[in-house]
């Protein structure tokens, strides 16, 4: 087969690197892809918004399958634009159709969908710059800390959480009617805060059927102790270790399950990842959040842990037929350090080069913001490389993965130390 996988990121070159090992992928694309991924299959300059180009590329180069890395192109509608084109629609997509994709799309959506099918999550309600002043009754209606989330895609960045009533009314204000994110805040979901400890829980279904991937935590503040700004991930250990086999299965029959059948309930295509973002509170799972694709960095410990055929999943996803597969799991413990660029969640430089990838040795280093000028692989974003590792728990697989980290360099490198720190 000859696979074509959109996004640029992490998670695009742990799904690559997972693909290339299916005897059934011939030939791999990534658009636009990284340094990482230029590596190993063959980087094209396209966005995964650009639908005609995709179009185009799709027939041009004879693609059998597109597989979805990031939420644009989905929530965008790639799955309905090849499904209603007479020259694409036998091009399977991994990826929800638009509506599916709502889920992430939508704050309001998912609370929505959450509510109607049963499933545990926090008390809401949502309001828009009309209704602002509501909004404001209703956070004194709350106990504090109190959680504002931008309603639309905000690339992880539109939740905030805040102790003070008074700044939550503001900052509220803020979002709705001086746009503090854009569009994204045009809506507001006001959430009740839910006090626990999260987790991250993986699903791939073609809609019918599911099959439920190895848990994960991801590390999202960039100071040490989760401390300091939101980021788009700093680490994350697979599996979590308090996921034990009581709580595994209360997830499954509460979340997972009806999570599907609303799905097929409310007449939802949707053939991909979900992403599943749990709070456990006193023992009892609830829900945070879905994401419509795999998580980043979690894909880069999840994707290692899955011993299975990635590209067969894929294809018994296209014919509604995973019930037919098995799906095996590597035991180890993954675990994997993101080394970001100095200054990120914030401002930073780009352009510096990196070096000490090829001294590392038994871990895979994952690319997440690089590229390639003049020969060398350099940093093109925020989050730049992961370092992900494999040992009989997830103490031995994170010292493997700092211990690669001191071979690497590049000006004003960061990551957290920490890793796992508030895991028994």
């Not at 693609?63 to 309905?80: A, N, S, T």
């Not at 994110?181 to 829980?201: P, Q």
């Not at 295509?269 to 945070?288: Q, S, T």
């Not at 995973?322 to 352009?351: C, F, H, N």
């Amino acid at each position: 087969m000859t696979i074509l996988l959109l996004g640029s990121g992490g998670r695009e070159h742990a799904l690559a690197y997972k693909i290339l090992k299916s005897s059934k992928c011939q030939k791999l694309f990534v658009a636009p892809g990284n340094a990482g991924t230029a590596a190993i299959a063959a980087n094209v300059s396209m966005s995964p918004t650009d639908f005609e180009s995709i179009k185009t590329f799709a027939i041009n180069e004879n693609i059998d399958m597109v597989v979805v890395g990031p939420e644009d192109p989905l929530v965008h509608g790639i799955y309905d634009f090849f499904k209603n084109d007479s020259a694409l629609n036998h091009i399977p997509v991994i990826g929800p159709s638009k509506v599916g994709a709502q889920l992430e799309g939508s704050k309001e959506f998912a609370k929505e969908f959450l509510i109607k099918h049963k499933i545990p999550t926090a008390a809401y309600d949502s309001f828009t710059s009309e209704t602002v002043e509501n909004g404001c009754e209703f956070l004194e209606t709350l106990q504090p800390p109190y959680v504002l989330k931008a309603d639309g895609l905000a690339a992880g960045k539109g939740v905030l959480i805040l102790n003070d009533l008074e700044e939550a009314k503001t900052e509220l204000r803020n979002m709705l009617v001086h746009a503090k994110f854009g569009t994204a805040s045009s809506k507001v979901v006001i959430e009740e805060f839910l006090d626990g400890i999260e987790l991250s829980c993986f699903v791939l279904t073609d809609g019918k059927n599911y099959k439920v991937l190895p848990t994960a935590k991801d590390y999202k503040r960039i100071g040490e102790g989760d401390t300091g700004l939101n980021t788009g991930g700093m680490g994350a250990v697979s599996p979590v270790p308090f996921a034990d086999e009581i709580l595994l299965e209360k997830i499954e029959t509460r979340i997972v399950k009806p999570t599907v059948e609303g799905l097929q309930k409310d007449g939802i295509e949707y053939k991909g990842f979900v992403f599943i973002g749990l709070i456990i509170v006193k023992g009892e799972p609830m829900v945070i959040e879905y994401n419509v694709r795999m998580g980043d960095p979690e894909t880069e410990v999840v994707m290692p842990r899955i011993q299975s055929d990635l590209v067969e999943l894929f294809q018994a996803v296209a014919n509604q037929k995973l019930d037919e597969v098995t799906l095996e799991i590597d035991p180890r413990s993954a675990t994997t350090i993101m080394v970001v660029s100095g200054g990120y969640p914030e401002e930073y430089d780009k352009g510096f080069e990196i070096t000490g990838i090829e001294n590392v040795q038994d871990s895979i280093v994952f690319h997440a913001g690089t590229k390639l000028e003049n020969g060398k692989v350099v940093t093109n974003g925020g989050r730049v490389l992961a370092v992900t590792s494999y040992g009989n728990n997830f103490q031995e697989a994170i010292k493997k993965s700092y211990q690669n980290i001191d071979k690497l360099h590049f000006d004003k490198m960061y990551f957290r130390k920490d890793i796992g720190f508030d895991l028994a």
